[in-house]
């Protein structure tokens, strides 16, 4: 890399700004110059024994704990972070690496494409902010994500006599307190949440002379629980940063309090609504609104419910609330689907996040909605408590000293990540050149045509011997299309949220010679498919997008799965006009029109892929916009409470 010239200002997204690009440019240019400083480091660094190696990582502690600056020492610590993962790891950082490095530990989010090895470029950023003696934490969007980087980067921390703590799920507390004393703590942005809040409570508790009754809510007991399990938020890494800083910030942690003494009454209005709601006709007895998604009553309506038998335990609720029930079973009916944003486990409604294509386990819908959909499904209803604490996302990363990140899709999404926190965000030039083709759109007239396109596109490029990635937005959407592959005598792998125990085995399998496999957004995010031996020659992996998401990121992610490390690949994306992204983006008049209109078609359409990119922009702006009054509302709360003298994660309203 030439650091005298500087950065190639061109590789920054066309979206930004003549200023952005040239300020982007100046700042990798800067960075740039660590670079021939570590390579020189690099021959002495080899000589030493694995001892010494250890020997010269304390010796950098020593000089961090002491008061020197982490920039003074960043080239050291990087040299011997490349070395510790050559010795150990077979993997030596290349230059964009140690360039992705540094931006993170300059308070950035780095742009850095599939298969560039974001994991291995974390330990550097990592490491430094370790040797302070602080802590490090890095959160990424799943436990298994989690522990697989955890364990596989151990040995690279270890041999710089660095200790490595993993958070995961339904963790005892003493666990969780070791591992947030290591060196370097890995886990998901929700459970390191929720600690920070079971330890704002404890420490409230315990100042009330109330440690017996917090150790029996966290189901803990006296003795145990009685200290914090973190250490203070100094540095904070987010993998896949764009997913959890954004698409996870609408979503606030909140551990809830005891229940409340009206369970029986609100289970059996739930179910009642559950019962009624097919008697209510749109238009006549409601009005759905499709901006605001919200449905409301109309005189015929409000008529009607009075009229309704309803059970016995119902006379206590005002009509009012009663009217509620209706509305929020008929707006679970219309939008809420199994397969779709959620499955039925063991008895238990479990949300399918709408970004990763996973499971959220614990997560609820807030509202009611979630009783109302176990309503509709007949299993037990649980029961939105009161809240004892509350945290965003956004507040708890605005809390750490310092932020960093990494994904492969934040440059759409530069000016809301540098207002909210105030982080640059830096597109990594590629190890090797991108020789990913784009093939040309195919607009259907309806689902059903569009999905026998699919499948015929599928079956061509099978047919030449390469494997095959087929995305879908939705469980129910990937099963379908495997029958219909299935059908015509493919052997097709599923990987979805049903599977998720097989993950690891699907995707090390999905770059080999002929081989289809059909995924939600669980393909998208953390995984990096392989080419088998073959395939390389036959033109690469070749990835089908069968809809568009409601965030071109969630897109780009899927598209990034082939072409990685300056391999071949090709992608196609296939659309219809009776897609969802239609009618979020342009309402329902809008959508009806271009529904008709497809239905008169036959075969592929031309000249329309630019109406789905603008419904696309529509939608994400209408998130943006929630986003923003979102967090207004909460940095007035929490204004309004400490005016109170009131702790605004602890007390808050229900």
């Not at 974390?122 to 989690?146: C, F, Q, S």
């Not at 998901?188 to 029996?216: H, K, P, V, W, Y």
């Amino acid at each position: 890399m030439d650091t005298k010239r500087g950065m190639d200002v061109s590789r920054v997204p066309r979206g930004w700004t003549r200023s952005v690009r040239a300020a982007a440019g100046d700042r990798l240019a800067k960075w740039a110059a660590y670079l021939p400083k570590i390579a020189e480091l690099e021959p002495s660094l080899q000589k030493l024994a694995d001892h010494q190696l250890r020997k010269e990582s304390l010796g950098l502690r020593y000089r961090a704990r002491s008061g020197e600056p982490l920039d003074k020492l960043l080239v050291e610590a990087f040299a011997l972070v490349r070395e510790a993962g050559r010795r150990k790891l077979g993997m030596r950082h290349f230059d964009v690496q140690l360039l992705g490095g540094a931006a993170v530990h300059h308070r950035s989010i780095v742009e850095m494409q599939t298969g560039e090895g974001k994991t291995l470029t974390a330990t550097l950023p990592m490491y430094l902010a370790a040797i302070e003696g602080k802590g490090a934490h890095l959160a990424t969007v799943n436990d298994y994500l989690a522990r697989r980087d955890a364990e596989w980067m151990t040995p690279l921390y270890a041999a710089l006599g660095m200790t490595v703590g993993i958070i995961q799920g339904q963790q005892p507390q003493d666990q969780r307190r070791q591992a947030y004393a290591c060196d370097v703590t890995y886990g998901t942005a929700n459970e390191m949440g929720f600690d920070f809040l079971r330890d704002r409570l404890l420490l409230r508790s315990l100042s009330g002379g109330q440690q017996d009754i917090f150790g029996q809510m966290i189901g803990g007991s006296a003795g145990k629980s009685d200290e914090p399990v973190q250490r203070g938020l100094h540095f904070m890494l987010v993998d896949e940063a764009d997913s959890i800083l954004i698409d996870e910030a609408r979503t606030p942690l909140i551990i809830s309090a005891l229940p409340g003494e009206d369970e029986q009454i609100a289970a059996e209005a739930y179910r009642w609504a559950a019962d009624v709601k097919t008697k209510f006709v749109e238009d006549e007895h409601f009005e759905y609104d499709h901006d605001e998604r919200s449905i409301e009553l109309t005189l015929a309506g409000r008529q009607l419910v009075r009229g309704l038998p309803k059970p016995a335990a119902m006379d206590r609720l005002p009509l009012s609330t009663i009217y509620e029930y209706v509305t929020r079973s008929i707006k679970v009916a219309r939008e809420m689907f199994l397969n779709r944003q959620y499955v039925v486990r063991d008895g238990e409604i479990v949300i399918v996040d709408e970004f990763t294509g996973r499971l959220a386990e614990g997560r609820k819908w807030r509202a009611g909605i979630h009783q109302a959909v176990e309503a509709q499904e007949g299993v037990e209803i649980t029961f939105a408590t009161n809240q004892a604490a509350r945290i965003t996302v956004q507040d708890l990363f605005l809390r750490y000293e310092r932020l960093g990140g990494m994904t492969g899709t934040a440059s759409t999404s530069a000016r809301e990540l540098r207002k909210i926190y105030t982080v640059h965000v830096e597109p990594v030039p590629t190890n090797r050149p991108p020789i990913r083709k784009q093939l040309p759109t195919l607009v259907f007239g309806d689902a059903e045509q569009k999905w026998h396109g699919v499948v015929a596109d599928a079956l061509e490029q099978h047919a030449l011997g390469r494997p095959v990635l087929i995305g879908t937005r939705s469980i129910d959407k990937s099963e379908k299309l495997a029958g219909m592959l299935a059908e015509r005598g493919a052997a097709v792998t599923v990987l979805n949220a049903k599977h998720v125990e097989r993950e690891a085995e699907i995707v090390a399998a999905a770059g080999e010679l002929g081989k289809i496999t059909v995924a939600t957004n669980m393909a998208g995010r953390g995984t990096d498919i392989r080419l088998g031996p073959g395939v390389l020659e036959l033109g690469g992996l070749h990835v089908i997008c069968t809809e568009l998401h409601e965030a071109q990121r969630i897109d780009r992610q899927l598209i990034g799965r082939c072409g990685r490390q300056g391999d071949p690949g090709t992608y196609r994306q296939f659309l219809a006009l009776d897609d969802e992204i239609l009618l979020g983006g342009y309402g329902p008049k809008k959508s009806e029109r271009l529904k008709r209109r497809g239905a008169a078609a036959t075969g592929p359409i031309k000249g329309l892929d630019s109406l789905f990119r603008k419904a696309q922009e529509r939608v994400e702006r209408r998130h943006f916009r929630d986003r923003k009054v979102m967090l207004y509302h909460e940095k007035e709360r929490q204004k309004v409470q400490r005016q109170m003298g009131q702790d605004p994660y602890l007390d808050t309203p229900g």
